[in-house]
């Protein structure tokens, strides 16, 4: 069985901060950083660059936007499969989906 959802929304937002994350706590993408939320099916992570970021990324490497997110969601997906979770893409693509697993690792 899952974890008790709110309490898995906690677990992730405080894997993520513990890893130097910047949480972003509007629902409506007006500040940049990581917003995690619950989703029917576990606990959705978007992800906003703040505008300067984005320009400085796009003068300096010409990489696109995407590129830059497929970056952050590698190293969110890595963080949060390194400590047992199952990481998809959500079901639009555009954001990660977290599951909670009933077979994490137990303690020796």
Do not use: C, Y
């Amino acid at each position: 069985m899952s974890p008790a959802l709110p309490e898995f929304v906690s677990e992730v937002k405080h894997a993520l901060t513990q890893a130097g994350f910047h949480l972003a706590e509007d629902a409506d993408n007006r500040h940049p950083g990581l917003r995690v939320m619950p989703a029917p099916s576990g606990v959705l992570i978007k992800w906003t660059a703040s505008d300067g970021f984005t320009a400085l990324a796009a003068a300096r490497s010409r990489s696109s936007g995407d590129a830059m997110k497929a970056i952050v969601q590698a190293a969110v997906s890595g963080l949060l499969v390194q400590l047992g979770h199952t990481v998809t893409e959500s079901p639009d693509g555009a954001h990660l989906l977290v599951m909670g697993n009933s077979s994490r690792p137990s303690d020796p």
